[in-house]
């Protein structure tokens, strides 16, 4: 039986005609809050799975969660990719046994029941000898698949609520802002070798705020962008071109544009003009992209640094260098967090060394960065619990807010619900947290 919880409308205070909007901190810390997400929106939403280039061989195949939900996606013989349960469907024992690899037949470590890369079962041990066939017809012999699966560009989600809405629909205003990263080269992108996954003593939320706060990074970030700014100058007459990292979004973002935008559905954008966009792995592709798209999508995919948060869980960055981001939820206080690289197939060598270098630099576990924010966010969950009724006034930006498009929006051809010219803003968290209460109730 699930915890009793308060309600999801009570912890937000949302008064647009006053400017008014508040979180009560209990939405971080509250178990039956949590409980409540956990069926209400990871078992109903959409949520990323894995890239197809993760995928790329028969029997490839990437183990997730879908909320409490145990899955694995696969490629079958057929070419196509699918997503199951992971549970045999004999007895519900879990058929991956690592997060990733290649089973062209997977076999159950229980019984030996085998299924095919399709899910079609493939052997029941002993089957003929003891089992009517009328049981095998009854119980089911071949693996679940989930109830939705669908692919933008790549990027595979899975929806565990058979009445959801097409993902399409759900990704909506989104989707402009995801084709800047995936439309970056002519044969698509890929995942690099290798992940990061690291556990988070805070709530879930945090994250998914944190990836669209530009307020925190002048102030946590500060260490990131000194040390690399050093050790740049110890390199023999200073690093230059793609080997300098761009931290103008850091140390001089009053000289700089910057914005955030809620387009609908709680995703949210947060954008920063590259002082430096030259120093970007992509800046060499620029002629042949200005070819493809229009001056203004290429002037954002190449001279703008962005973090898209999706709804609720999702972050693909484009800033320091390119990063997928999955957080999941484990307790109200635990969080996993999972990274990948992400970059264009056929990127010449010079450019790869350089994206994989600051993607170190930034996105590790162990990076210059990522440690600071799991520290802020681990003592904002903290101090979550100091106050029986404490309240987030999330007031910062309501003074320049503009409902529609900035110049910038216009630029991409895109018209966001609201607009804010100020990366040091919260007000794109409101398309978070209005999301967020309509789908608990």
């Known amino acids: 039986m699930g915890r009793q919880m308060v309600s999801a409308r009570a912890l937000i205070d949302d008064r647009p005609e006053e400017s008014i909007f508040r979180v009560n901190r209990a939405a971080f810390t509250d178990p039956g809050v949590f409980d409540r997400e956990m069926a209400e929106i990871f078992g109903r939403c959409w949520l990323y799975l894995c890239h197809e280039s993760q ?29 199951f349960y992971d549970a045999c469907s004999h007895r519900g024992s879990k058929l991956t046994g690592r997060t990733s690899g290649t089973a062209k037949t997977l076999a159950c470590r229980y019984h030996g029941w085998c299924f095919s890369a399709e899910g079609a079962c493939t052997l029941v041990r002993g089957g003929e000898d003891a089992y009517r066939q009328a049981d095998l017809d009854r119980l089911g012999t071949d693996l679940r698949p989930i109830e939705h699966f669908a692919a933008y560009k790549g990027f595979l989600f899975g929806c565990l609520d058979a009445g959801a809405p097409p993902l399409e629909e759900f990704l909506g205003g989104a989707t402009p802002f995801i084709d800047l990263m995936a439309d970056q080269a002519p044969d698509g992108m890929e995942i690099l070798r290798g992940e990061s996954r690291y556990i988070m003593e805070a709530n879930w939320k945090l994250q998914t705020e944190n990836s669209t706060d530009g307020y925190h990074v002048a102030t946590v970030h500060r260490n990131f962008a000194t040390t690399v700014g050093y050790r740049e100058t110890l390199s023999p007459g200073g690093d230059d071109g793609m080997a300098k990292t761009e931290a103008s979004r850091i140390l001089s973002l009053e000289k700089i544009n910057s914005g955030g935008y809620d387009v609908g559905n709680g995703h ?44 609720p869980n999702l972050l693909l960055n484009d800033v320091a260098s390119s990063c997928i981001r999955v957080w999941r939820p484990v307790s109200p206080g635990l969080t996993e967090i999972e990274t990948w690289c992400i970059a264009p197939k056929g990127e010449a060598p010079d450019a790869r060394r350089a994206r994989i270098r600051k993607y170190e630099d930034f996105f590790f576990p162990s990076s210059l960065a990522v440690p600071d924010d799991v520290r802020a966010m681990e003592g904002a969950h903290t101090g979550a619990e100091a106050l029986a009724n404490g309240w987030n006034d999330l007031a910062l930006g309501h003074k320049t807010l503009v409902d529609g498009a900035d110049e910038a929006a216009r630029e991409l051809g895109v018209t966001p619900l609201n607009s804010n010219p100020g990366r040091e803003v919260e007000t794109p968290f409101f398309a978070f947290w209005r999301e967020w209460a309509t789908r608990l109730g």
């Open 55 to 83: 995928v790329p061989n028969h029997g490839d195949y990437v183990a997730a969660r879908l909320g409490n939900h145990p899955v694995f996606v696969i490629r079958g013989s057929d070419g196509e990719i699918r997503c």
């Open 268 to 311: 949210m954008i947060n954008w920063a003009d590259r002082g430096n966009p030259e120093a970007g792995p992509s800046w060499p592709q620029r002629a042949a992209l200005r070819e493809r798209y229009a001056d203004g999508k290429v002037k954002w995919m190449l001279e703008r640094g962005r973090t898209v948060t999706l709804f």
